[in-house]
């Protein structure tokens, strides 16, 4: 079993960056693809960006596509979110999640493991 924590989330203006951190316990995460995903007031969870390193498929949400980077430091405890270029419609709790299956990625069922989550939010 894996323990995954994140950190990083704040207060941004508009146009800012920050860089969400979720680390494992336990063990490392080198046997699983990882996920980040958000959830907004009143809003489903929603899909963010995925990466399963083994096969070295990388998947990011339309809305967040050139804007977002997943990352893994070569210690393999611990997965990034870079965000940049952020928005006020990017306002939510994130949350990290690790897969062993490593296919469906971009859906919620996919994953074994979650974090608590960090809010995020972006003021205009």
């Known amino acids: 079993q894996v323990q995954l924590v994140e950190s990083g989330g704040g207060l941004v203006q508009t146009g800012g960056s920050l860089t969400l951190s979720c680390a494992a316990s336990?063990?490392?995460?080198?046997?699983?693809?990882m996920g980040w995903f958000r959830q907004a007031p009143g809003k489903e969870r929603e899909f963010v960006a995925a990466?399963?390193?083994?096969?070295?498929?990388?998947y990011y949400s339309d809305s967040v596509k050139g804007r977002f980077t997943i990352s893994r430091d070569n210690t393999k405890t611990t997965v990034y979110l870079q965000m940049n270029s952020l928005k006020p419609e990017d306002t939510a709790v994130y949350y990290c999640?690790?897969?062993?299956?490593?296919?469906?990625?971009?859906?919620?069922?996919?994953?074994?493991?979650w974090g608590q989550g960090t809010q995020v939010t972006v003021s205009s």
């Open positions: 990466k399963n390193w083994s096969g070295g498929s990388t």
């Open positions: 336990g063990r490392t995460l080198s046997s699983y693809a």
């Open positions: 999640a690790a897969s062993y299956t490593k296919v469906g990625l971009t859906t919620g069922e996919a994953y074994a493991y």
